[in-house]
């Protein structure tokens, strides 16, 4: 069972940045995408960015350009960086792992992390 744990969190001032790290307590050798999602305040969870073992990023429109996500293997941590914050990136964040084994898909997320942007 793979836990993920996340950190980085904070409140901001709109303009500012933040990098969030998430944290996998074991490495299984396998290929996997890592996601970072969040959900507003009475709002749907929406993928934020995703990346692949090929190192292939997907990121939703309003945070292209400002969002980053990367993974360090060696470290067995995935990263997300977020410049240039506005209000309403204010949100929970959930990493995400998702392991193409071959006893089928695993799937683990962290427990969420807040972000607040406010002036």
């Known amino acids: 069972q793979v836990q993920l744990v996340e950190s980085g969190g904070g409140s901001v001032q709109p303009g500012g940045s933040l990098r969030l790290s998430c944290a996998a307590s074991?490495?299984?050798?396998?290929?996997?995408?890592a996601a970072w999602f969040r959900q507003a305040p009475g709002k749907q969870r929406e993928l934020v960015a995703a990346i692949t073992t090929s190192s292939d990023t997907t990121y939703a429109d309003s945070v292209k350009g400002r969002f980053t996500i990367s993974t360090d293997k060696d470290k067995n941590t995935d990263y997300l960086q977020m410049n240039s914050l506005k209000p309403e990136d204010t949100a929970v964040y959930y990493c995400r792992r998702l392991y193409y084994t071959d006893d089928g898909l695993k799937d683990y997320w962290g427990q969420g992390t807040q972000v607040t942007v406010s002036s």
């Open positions: 074991e490495n299984i050798r396998s290929i996997y995408h």
